[in-house]
């Protein structure tokens, strides 16, 4: 499985941002998916993840309200909208997907910048 993110950027507090991640390949095996991020100076952390099959979302409690995760398995993209954003949710943003067998994928990453 190949994943691509894009949509990162810069934008001012309060602003929005959309994330992408076009998941290629054996896609077929992919039970949910989810974006984590990583700021500087900071571990990974989930920010939001969803089930394939059901739908079923979950969230960090500092972007719920803010953030809504949501796939197109037609399309096999995974997109987070961002909206109010805060400079806290300044960070290198990454796909993931879990797949059967419990192998992990995880594509390069985007970086979201949000200015004061």
């Known amino acids: 499985v190949q994943l691509v993110e894009s949509g990162g950027g810069l934008v001012q507090a309060g602003g929005s941002l959309r994330l992408s991640c076009a998941a290629s390949?054996?896609?077929?095996?992919?039970?949910?998916m989810g974006w984590y991020r990583q700021a500087p100076g900071k571990s990974r952390e989930l920010v939001a993840a969803?089930?394939?099959?059901?739908?079923?979302?979950d969230y960090a409690d500092s972007v719920k309200g803010r953030f809504t995760i949501s796939r197109d398995n037609g399309k096999n993209t995974l997109y987070l909208q961002m909206n109010s954003l805060k400079p806290e949710d300044t960070a290198v943003y990454y796909c993931?997907?879990?797949?059967?067998?419990?192998?992990?994928?995880w594509g390069k990453g985007t970086l979201v910048t949000v200015s004061s």
């Open positions: 993931n997907a879990y797949a059967m067998g419990g192998v992990d994928y």
């Open positions: 390949g054996s896609t077929f095996s992919i039970n949910g």
């Open positions: 969803i089930t394939i099959s059901g739908g079923s979302t």
